[in-house]
């Protein structure tokens, strides 16, 4: 089994430092959009993270979009894009829990 293959890609934008050039919803539309204050919010179909948006709202990256959000991450001009790996066990690998 391919543990690392068990984790979910996360991302964030921290909104204050986005410029709103769209290059984010270029590469993956799916995971970006941008409101009518014309700044990019991550999203997960159509719950969009903008309440309140920035670290507090990590949006889970789709795995056949994770290439494309690193590409974002790395192209976006505002450097406001934050991709985080949540390492998620597999339960046979988790600490048995305790009864009672
Ligand atoms: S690429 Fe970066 S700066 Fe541009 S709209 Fe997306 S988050 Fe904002």
């Known amino acids: 089994m391919d543990i690392a293959r068990r984790g979910v890609l996360k991302?964030?934008?921290?909104?204050?430092?986005?410029?709103?050039?769209g290059i984010?919803?270029?590469h993956a539309p799916e995971v970006?959009?941008?409101?009518e204050d014309g700044i990019a919010y991550c999203r997960e179909g159509?719950?969009?993270f903008n309440d309140p948006g920035g670290s507090s709202e990590l949006a889970v990256v789709p795995s056949n979009r994770e290439g494309d959000v690193i590409d974002?991450?790395?192209?976006?001009?505002?450097?406001?894009?934050?991709i985080e790996f949540?390492?998620?066990l597999p339960p046979e690998l988790e600490e048995p829990r305790r009864a009672g």
């Open 46 to 48: 159509s719950k969009v």
């Open 11 to 21: 991302v964030w934008i921290d909104q204050d430092l986005c410029t709103g050039d």
């Open 86 to 88: 949540d390492e998620q």
């Open 24 to 26: 984010c919803t270029d």
């Open 72 to 82: 974002a991450a790395a192209e976006c001009p505002g450097e406001c894009i934050f």
């Open 32 to 35: 970006f959009t941008i409101l």
